[in-house]
C-alpha cells in the first residue's frame, strides 16, 4: 500500500507545505522540533483539519479539501502509537488489546492475535494491569492494540520518545518485525537519525513546514546541506552480512568483501543487516595507515567533497562497501592533498561502530535497501 499526502496550513509560526508519496514500509518524517512532523501526523489521523490538501491510503482517500471530503478520526481505520502508551489503566493488557479489535470493521484484513502477542513478546504480561509495566512493555502492548484495530495505516508519533536508551534499544527490533513482517504502512515520526536508519524504508525530511528531500535513508542522512538534525546527524548507510563471531567479543561483518569488526551484536551469522556510519566518527589518511589501534580500514575514493560555511567538510568515499562519509577540517582536506578521485583510507573506530546503529535489513518496493 502507498500513502499520498498533499496539505497546506497556517499555524502560528509555521506555514505547512508539504507534498509526498510514499511506498508500503516504513515512511519517516524526520526533522527538528517545530519542523511540522507531528502536524502532519496529526493531520493525517483526522485530529487536526487543514486548510487545503488531501491524503490517501491507495485509493481509499482520508480527506480531499476539492472534493469536500473529510473522514472523521475513528472512520479512518488508523492505528496511533503515541510517545507513551496510554493504555487504560483499570483494563488488563489482555483488553487492551482487545479495545482495539473491537473497533476493527468486518471487512478489514485481520491480525492473529496469537502471532501478534509472539512477535511482540508480550504473552506473559496479558493478565497484568498497565500500572507496573515498563516504558517499553507498555509501548509494545500500544503497538499490539494499534494493529489489532485492523488498520489500513499505523501513525507512530516519536513512539520511543519518552524512553531511556535501554529501553529504546528494547523497542526497535519490535517496530522492524512490524515493517517487515506486516503489510501496513506505517507513518512514524522522529528527530533521531539512529531510528531513521535502523527503520525508514522512505525518509520525508522536513525544515520549517517544507520538504528538503524524499527518498532512501541512505540518500538523506548522507547529505548535510539537507541534514535536518543537523551536521552530526550526516552518516553513511551500508548494507552489510554478519560474517563471525570472535571469542574476544567482537562481531565481524562482510561488507561488500571488505571486514569490519563492532562490539559483539546478538544477530546470527549470515543475517543481513544494515548499520550507520556516523560521518563525525571516520578519519582519511592519504596511505595506508600503520599501526593503529582502529581495526576498521577501508581503501577508497573521493567521490565528493562538500565544504560547509564553517571550517569543515563532509568528504565521500566510494568504497567496495559503500559510499562512507568522513567529517574533517577543510584544513586536513588541504593537507592530505584531497580531491575528487583522489585515493585514500576511511578509519573507523570499532567502538565507534553503535549497536542501536545496527538494525534489520530493509527491502525497498524496487528490491533495494
Given amino acids: 500500500m502507498s500513502l499520498s499526502v498533499r496539505l497546506q496550513h497556517q499555524l502560528p509560526g509555521l ?44 485509493d481509499w482517500v482520508l480527506f480531499d ?5 473529510w473522514l472523521p478520526p475513528h472512520r479512518r481505520r488508523l492505528g496511533y502509537i503515541f510517545q507513551e502508551g496510554r493504555l487504560f ?10 479495545y482495539g479489535r473491537r473497533f ?29 509495566l515498563s516504558g517499553g512493555e507498555k509501548q509494545r502492548v500500544a503497538i499490539g492494540r494499534a494493529l489489532l484495530a485492523g488498520p489500513r495505516l499505523i501513525v507512530a508519533d516519536e513512539p520511543l520518545a519518552a524512553l531511556d536508551d535501554a529501553r529504546k534499544a528494547e523497542i526497535l ?22 531510528e531513521v536508519a535502523r527503520l525508514a524504508t522512505s525518509v520525508v525530511a522536513l525544515q520549517d513546514g517544507r520538504v528538503l528531500r524524499h527518498g532512501p535513508a541512505s540518500e538523506v542522512l548522507a547529505d548535510p546541506s539537507v541534514a535536518p538534525a543537523g551536521v552530526r546527524a550526516v ?21 561488500g ?29 592519504s ?46 582536506v588541504a593537507a592530505l592533498g584531497l580531491q575528487q578521485g583522489s585515493r585514500c583510507y576511511a578509519v573507523i573506530k570499532t567502538v565507534a561502530l553503535a549497536p542501536q546503529d545496527v538494525g534489520g535489513w530493509v527491502i525497498g518496493p524496487e528490491g533495494k535497501a
Fill in 104 to 132: 476493527a470493521p468486518r471487512d478489514a484484513r485481520r491480525e492473529n492475535p496469537d502471532r501478534v502477542i509472539e512477535m511482540l513478546g508480550i504473552g506473559h504480561l496479558l493478565d497484568r494491569r498497565p500500572a507496573p
Fill in 235 to 255: 552518516g553513511a548507510v551500508l548494507q552489510v552480512r554478519v560474517a563471525a563471531h570472535h571469542e574476544d567479543g567482537l562481531t565481524e561483518l562482510d561488507a
Fill in 257 to 285: 568483501g571488505t571486514r569490519l569488526f563492532l562490539p559483539g551484536i546478538p544477530h546470527k551469522i549470515g543475517e543481513e543487516l544494515r548499520i550507520r556510519i556516523p560521518a563525525q566518527e571516520v578519519l582519511l589518511a
Fill in 287 to 332: 596511505k595506508p595507515p600503520e599501526a593503529l589501534s582502529a581495526l576498521n580500514v577501508m581503501a577508497g575514493q573521493v567521490e565528493a567533497i562538500r565544504a560547509g560555511e564553517g571550517p569543515g567538510a563532509i568528504v565521500s568515499v566510494k568504497t567496495p562497501a559503500g559510499v562512507v562519509l568522513s567529517r574533517v577540517t577543510r584544513r586536513s
Fill in 173 to 194: 527490533p519490535y517496530f522492524e518485525r512490524l515493517r517487515d513482517e506486516v503489510s501496513v504502512p506505517i507513518l512514524y515520526v522522529t528527530h533521531s537519525a539512529a
Fill in 65 to 69: 479539501t476539492r472534493q469536500g471530503t
Fill in 89 to 98: 489503566p483499570h483494563l488488563s493488557v489482555r483488553q487492551n488489546l482487545n
Fill in 15 to 58: 506555514a505547512l507545505d508539504i507534498e509526498f508519496d510514499a511506498p508500503s514500509g516504513v515512511t519517516v518524517l524526520f526533522g527538528r522540533s517545530g519542523a511540522g512532523k507531528t502536524t502532519i501526523a496529526n493531520v493525517v489521523a483526522g485530529l487536526l483539519r487543514p486548510e487545503a490538501g488531501r491524503v490517501a491510503v491507495d
